[in-house]
């Protein structure tokens, strides 16, 4: 579980897309393995980022008119995964995030934090080895935010996925594996336990 700091301008979220396959560097490599994402078409990116990556954003992004199930369920829809397939690893996902009991319910009806857990199930749902989360607990209040980030913490371990989170919150940072902090454009690796609580 990697950390990525920094103050606001310094490029983190920009760091976090060009890692995603969502914007281009405008100089430099970026490798997943063996694999140059630079050279990747824009239906190759796309592909790539449905099956490796999931992202949990610090607004969770889920369409009004969908149910949680569905709004979980709607990356395997795209892939052209059949319903009942598609529900079940959808069901699955939100029993994990702790809301299986609120699969009916229409976004509106969910609370901040409800509504970024589903996000995360949305994230998680294709089984990707690598989520990426762009302040996943910004809009939260801090009791709210812990609880989630103790979910993304859990899920890290359970799936042994690789987790790269953009935090302001150094309290999260601590917590992680590694801390990368980010200023005018550089990269320096620090301890986790040297972060300002």
């Known amino acids: 579980m ?28 970026v490798y997943f393995g063996k694999l140059d994402l630079g050279t990747l078409s824009e239906e ?14 610090q607004f969770h992004y889920l369409l009004p008119e969908f149910t949680a199930l569905e709004n979980v369920a709607l990356p395997l829809f795209m892939r052209s995964t059949g319903r009942r397939e598609a529900e079940r690893a959808a069901l699955h996902w939100l029993q994990e995030v702790g809301l299986a009991d609120r699969a009916s319910h229409r976004s509106g009806e969910l609370s901040g934090g409800e509504q970024q857990r589903v ?15 762009d302040e996943p607990t910004g809009d939260l209040d801090n009791q709210t935010a812990d609880a989630v980030f103790e979910l993304v913490a859990k899920l890290h371990r359970d799936y ?3 987790s790269l989170i953009v935090t302001h919150n150094h309290a999260f940072a601590r917590r992680c594996d590694r801390v990368l902090h980010l200023e005018r454009g550089r990269v320096v690796e620090v301890s986790p336990q040297s972060l300002s609580a």
């Open 2 to 29: 990697l950390a990525i700091v920094g103050q606001s301008g310094a490029g983190k979220s920009t760091l976090l897309h060009i890692l995603g396959v969502l914007d281009t560097a405008s100089a430099g490599d």
């Open 119 to 133: 996000a995360l199930a949305r994230a998680l749902v294709t089984r990707p080895k690598i989520l990426m989360a």
């Open 44 to 57: 190759a990116a796309a592909e790539f980022r449905g099956r490796e990556l999931g992202f949990v954003w």
């Open 160 to 162: 042994r996925l690789t």
